[in-house]
């Protein structure tokens, strides 16, 4: 039987996880993995790296930002691989977030099915249309399409 190194090359890791080098340079610059160095001052990371960053991909695939991923990995532990446990309790804390940005896709799918990239062809049938700004009261931005719990329309 084949013994797995303890410690994984960056060129290892990139390979591995399909990340770009320089996507781990970043990820360690911003805290969110780590790494030790050789005596020839080389990266070695350890193997539960490779779940941090499927759990930081995972993350930014659905739209979390990189500050929500590094407080939620600052949370897990850092020498060995986190436990299911860990990764639920993770997930527990994003529900509200995730729940949120759903509802924001889902209205704006729903608002924009007849429109044509809001170069509006038509404005007394678009959803989004507000005729001399009377939606301003509800503060700046899209207020149709923010989520409803954060005031959306």
């Known amino acids: 039987m084949t013994r797995l190194a303890e410690h994984l090359s960056i060129g290892q890791v990139a390979e591995r996880s399909g990340v770009p080098h320089t996507a781990l340079r ?13 005596a020839g001052n080389q990266r070695r990371y350890a193997r539960s790296v490779l779940r941090r960053i499927a759990f930081i991909r995972a993350a930014q695939r659905v739209g979390l930002s990189l500050e929500d991923i590094s407080e939620a990995l600052a949370s897990l532990p850092t020498d060995h691989a986190p436990t ?6 993770v997930s ?4 509200h977030e995730l729940d949120a940005r759903i509802d924001a896709l889902q ?4 608002r924009l099915t007849g429109c044509v990239g809001c170069g509006c062809l038509s404005l007394r049938s678009c959803g989004l249309y507000n005729a001399e700004d009377q939606l301003s009261r509800f ?13 959306g329309l």
């Open 26 to 38: 970043f990820y360690e610059e911003k805290g969110l993995i780590s790494s030790e160095r050789s």
């Open 92 to 95: 527990r804390e994003w529900q």
């Open 84 to 89: 299911k446990a860990d990764w639920a309790r």
């Open 107 to 110: 209205r704006l799918r729903d």
């Open 139 to 151: 503060g700046p931005g899209a207020s149709k399409l923010r989520p409803a719990t954060e005031g």
